[in-house]
């Protein structure tokens, strides 16, 4: 490999609005970056690229087969649904994400949606400020049922380093915490915990949360038959991504009343479809798939990148969520 690799952003401008420069990725090449990339300027921006780094730009298997110098994919974020890594693999080019850099920031949204969702601050202090309790003429007032999160039972989908932590401020909070992984892990030390199927933990869930990847098997699967077994009046929360949900399936579960309320800080298309039945959903907090953007989880999320950089060009490549496709070196 040329010692000074060229290097590609797709779409840095959220990474880096201005806070979070990326001088420690481009001193490791020659670099080049995007804001964004619209899809059909993919394969231009990215040729002739060693390393392509992407946050949402999608790199599909007709997108990779364009890119012949392409080296190595450096996802700028946890989820890397948006390459296809069996394909890279088996073309030879690594591709690393990000894990980690934003499990504190993450896990502490789930508990602000899950907080909004029980007791919504926000608009309570909307109403006292249009007036509401002035004329009700009482010392309180509430607008909205006042739910106590101790006692209630959080399903947590997907018991990675997101999952865990949200069950660990779960369980902080009082809750009974019950969880589903596909593999063996350990579990939470917590009074009650207990690893479930995933129909078992809908169906003894109040508030389910889910924390997989979103993958191949598994787009919409959170669909009105998972969602008729929820208790009527219980909470779905959703910062992993938006296709793990059938949004028209969830939409109806909430204007039926079968779900008292939903908090998704993702879609299934980003940004929204005014079309989006979410978006008219009753009880439905929607915000603009923001978990992960504290400073502090950017910081780690660019710091991380350049390390995942380096360590591909010392050829010892880490945090790669590919080798099982990997067939040869490209
Ligand atoms: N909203 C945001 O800003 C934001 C930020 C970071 C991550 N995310 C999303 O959160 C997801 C989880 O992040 P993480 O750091 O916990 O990842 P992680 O890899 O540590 O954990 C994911 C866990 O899900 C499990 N899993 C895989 N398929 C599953 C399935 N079908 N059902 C149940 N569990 C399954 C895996 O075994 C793993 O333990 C990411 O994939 C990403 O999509 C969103
Ligand atoms: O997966 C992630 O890291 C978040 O969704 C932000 O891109």
Redesign the pocket.
């Known amino acids: 490999m040329d010692p000074k690799p060229n290097i590609v952003v797709l779409d840095g401008a959220t990474l880096n609005p201005g806070d979070n420069p990326w001088d420690e990725v481009a001193a490791l090449g020659a670099f080049a970056l995007h804001d964004r990339t619209p899809e059909e300027f993919t394969v231009e921006r990215a040729r002739g690229a060693d390393i392509v780094l992407t946050n949402k730009t999608r790199l599909p298997a007709a997108v990779l087969d364009r890119l012949p110098d392409c080296r190595f994919v450096a996802v700028l974020?946890?989820?890397?649904?948006v390459v296809d890594v069996a394909h890279a693999g088996a073309r030879g080019i690594p591709v690393s994400n990000v894990?980690?850099?934003?499990?504190e920031?993450?896990a502490q949204?789930v508990i602000a949606q899950l907080l909004a969702l029980c007791r919504r601050v926000e608009t309570h202090d909307s109403l006292v400020r249009s007036g509401e309790w002035t004329r009700c003429g009482e010392f309180t007032f509430w607008d909205t049922p006042q739910v106590e999160l101790a006692g209630k039972t959080l399903g947590v989908?997907?018991?990675?380093?997101?999952?865990?932590?949200v069950a660990q401020l779960g369980a902080a909070f009082g809750m009974n915490v019950l969880a589903?992984?596909?593999?063996p892990?350990e579990p939470l030390d917590a009074p009650g915990f207990a690893f479930v199927g995933?129909e078992e933990l809908f169906e003894r869930s109040d508030v389910v949360s889910?924390?997989?990847?979103?993958?191949k098997?598994?787009d919409s699967?959170v669909d009105a038959r998972l969602l008729g077994l929820m208790r009527p009046g219980g909470f779905l929360v959703n910062?992993?991504?938006g296709r793990l949900v059938n949004e028209a399936d969830l939409a109806r579960a909430l204007n039926s009343g079968h779900l008292a309320g939903a908090a998704l800080?993702?879609l299934a298309v980003e940004p929204p479809d005014p079309a989006n039945p979410l978006l008219e959903a009753r009880n439905c907090l929607i915000t603009p798939?923001?978990?992960?953007?504290s400073l502090t989880?950017r910081k780690r999320l660019m710091s991380i990148t350049a390390a995942n950089i380096r360590a591909f060009l010392a050829g010892q490549p880490q945090n790669l969520v590919n080798a099982d496709y990997l067939t040869e070196t490209a």
Do not use: Q
Request: glycine letters at 14%.
């Open positions: 974020a946890t989820g890397y649904d894990p980690g850099y934003g499990v920031s993450v949204f989908v997907g018991f990675g380093a997101i999952g865990r932590r589903h992984a596909p593999r892990k995933l889910l924390h997989c990847p979103l993958t098997g598994n699967f910062t992993a991504r800080d993702v798939h923001m978990a992960w953007a989880a």
